[in-house]
T-cell receptor, first 108, second 115 residues
Framework: AQSVTQLGSHVSVSEGALVLLRCNYS??????LFWYVQYPNQGLQLLLKYTTGATLVKGINGFEAEFKKSETSFHLTKPSAHMSDAAEYFCAVVKIIFGKGTRLHILP | ETGVTQSPTHLIKTRGQQVTLRCSSQ?????VSWYQQALGQGPQFIFQ???????GRGNFPPRFSGLQFPNYSSELNVNALELDDSALYLCASSLGAGDSYNEQFFGPGTRLTVL
């Protein structure tokens, strides 16, 4: 069975600081992995996805994630946080099983 | 190209009633998936429709049912509403089905409140 675990339901970082949101998965087959972002009162928007090939995936808004099979992880990073990054972030594995989400707070 | 739209945006029902939520898929997409997102939780997969046929179902009781039309729009029906059905219901459309890794495009959701 496939599952996704996001460590930390809330993460706070200062504006300009590194953003790191953690995601670990379990899958009996090579996974397809996704990160979605959800702004208040909106649907989900795809940030990036890993299917095959290069393990470092670049997405929109300066985010990237690295697939590490040995660690069963797919952590999301951004070098410098911006106030507009404050939102809920979901890691997901196909057949689109979502983690519980991590709310990112940006401190001025 | 229009995105995924859902109606209504908000809905209030009482326990025991029935509700129908609607979703129009993005142009060119033949697959619609429905999710329930309870407050503070990630979306939970309800079911998926591919070319008018149900193509996978999550752990939801039979009182959750759906339909996909020839134009690939879709409905989610919930009978005998319970208080725990209060949630944001998200619809997502994509091209391809099942284990496809094609991107799913999400609508803004319908906020259902059951009193």
């Amino acid at each position: 069975a496939q599952s996704v675990t996001q460590l930390g339901s809330h993460v706070s970082v200062s504006e300009g600081a590194l953003v790191l949101l953690r995601c670990n998965y379990s899958s009996s087959v090579p996974p397809y992995l996704f990160w979605y972002v959800q702004y208040p009162n909106q649907g989900l928007q795809l940030l990036l996805k890993y299917t095959t090939g290069a393990t470092l995936v670049k997405g929109i808004n300066g985010f990237e994630a690295e697939f590490k099979k040995s660690e069963t992880s797919f952590h999301l990073t951004k070098p410098s946080a911006h106030m507009s990054d404050a939102a809920e972030y979901f890691c997901a594995v196909v057949k689109i099983i979502f983690g519980k989400g991590t709310r990112l707070h940006i401190l001025p | 190209e229009t995105g995924v739209t859902q109606s209504p945006t908000h809905l209030i029902k009482t326990r025991g009633q029935q509700v129908t939520l609607r979703c129009s898929s993005q142009s060119g997409h033949n697959t619609v998936s429905w999710y329930q997102q309870a407050l503070g939780q990630g979306p939970q997969f309800i079911f998926q429709y591919y070319r008018e046929e149900e193509n996978g179902r999550g752990n939801f009781p039979p009182r959750f049912s759906g339909l996909q039309f020839p134009n690939y729009s879709s409905e989610l029906n919930v009978n005998a509403l319970e208080l725990d059905d209060s949630a944001l219901y998200l619809c997502a459309s994509s091209l391809g089905a099942g284990d496809s890794y094609n991107e799913q495009f999400f609508g803004p959701g319908t906020r259902l409140t059951v009193l």
